[in-house]
C-alpha cells in the first residue's frame, strides 16, 4: 500500500478550471495504477472519475466527463493529476485519489490504497 495525499480543491465558478494533484509517499508508486473518484453526497459511493495505468498509455474516464477532464501522471514526482475544465454544477464532491497494482482494480473501486479526499465546490 502506498499513503495518499490529495490537494487543488476549491471553489470556482462554473466553466472554470481547477486541477487536483495526488501525491504518493512510496518511490515504488511510479509502478501502481492511480485514479480519482468522487463522492458527492454524504451517505453515497464513491463514483469513478478517471485512471491511468502505471506507464501512462491507458486512461479510461466515465463518460460525464469525458472531453473536459484529464487525468496524468509524474512518475518522478509520484504524483498524479486531474485536469478539471468546464466544470459543471453537477461536478461538486470529495475527490479521492487511490492507487493499486492492477488498472482493473483501480477501475473497479477495488484500489488497496485511497487518499482523505479534496473538497471542490462549484457556484453558479
Known amino acids: 500500500q502506498v499513503q495518499l495525499v490529495e490537494s487543488g480543491g476549491g471553489l470556482v465558478q462554473a466553466g472554470g478550471s481547477l486541477r487536483l494533484s495526488c501525491a504518493a509517499s512510496?518511490?515504488?508508486?511510479?509502478?501502481?495504477?492511480m485514479g480519482w473518484f468522487r463522492r458527492q453526497a454524504p451517505g453515497k459511493g464513491r463514483e469513478f472519475v478517471a485512471?491511468?495505468?502505471?506507464?501512462?498509455?491507458?486512461?479510461h474516464y466515465v463518460d460525464s466527463v469525458k472531453g473536459r477532464f484529464t487525468i496524468s501522471r509524474e512518475n518522478a514526482k509520484n504524483t498524479v493529476y486531474l485536469q478539471m475544465n468546464s466544470l459543471k454544477p453537477e461536478d461538486p464532491a470529495v475527490y479521492y485519489c487511490?492507487?493499486?497494482?492492477?488498472?482493473?482494480?483501480?477501475?473497479?473501486?477495488?484500489?488497496?490504497?485511497w487518499g482523505q479526499g479534496t473538497q471542490v465546490t462549484v457556484s453558479s
Open positions: 485512471a491511468i495505468s502505471w506507464s501512462g498509455d491507458n486512461e
Open positions: 512510496r518511490r515504488t508508486a511510479s509502478l501502481y495504477a
Open positions: 487511490a492507487a493499486d497494482l492492477y488498472f482493473s482494480s483501480v477501475v473497479a473501486g477495488r484500489s488497496g490504497s
